[in-house]
Nanobody, 118 residues
Framework: QVQLVESGGDLVQPGGSLRLSCAAS????????MAWYRQAPGKERELVAR???????NYADSAKGRFTISRDHAKNTVYLQMNSLKPEDTALYFC????????????WGQGTQVTVSS
């Protein structure tokens, strides 16, 4: 079992920045691919960004050039730096851990709310 706790969500004006954090309670953090998903009201959950245990990343088209995912193995934490935020980024953001290694297990956090509005 992996417990994921997100933080950092807030109300921010368009053009602003936020950094989301997700702390994972596992002794094998490096065995998991970590990702951020989001879900807006009335919409399906969608992938925002993903980072493998080796640091390879991929992003949704909507996030490219504005968001950066990173991970700190010493802190068992994954981050999502979000810049140039837009109202359409408003959603509940979830942290996901996939693994460990080749096992296809998924763990989810409870979500952190990001609201972009003037």
């Amino acid at each position: 079992q992996v417990q994921l706790v997100e933080s950092g969500g807030d109300l921010v004006q368009p053009g602003g920045s936020l950094r989301l954090s997700c702390a994972a309670s596992t002794s094998i953090f490096g065995a998991y691919t970590m990702a951020w998903y989001r879900q807006a009201p009335g919409k399906e959950r969608e992938l925002v960004a993903r980072i493998t245990n080796f640091g390879m990343t991929n992003y949704a088209d909507s996030a490219k050039g504005r968001f950066t995912i990173s991970r700190d193995h010493a802190k068992n934490t994954v981050y999502l730096q979000m810049n140039s935020l837009k109202p359409e980024d408003t959603a509940l953001y979830f942290c996901n851990a996939h693994g460990p290694w080749q096992l296809n297990r998924d763990y989810w956090g409870q979500g952190t709310q990001v609201t972009v509005s003037s």
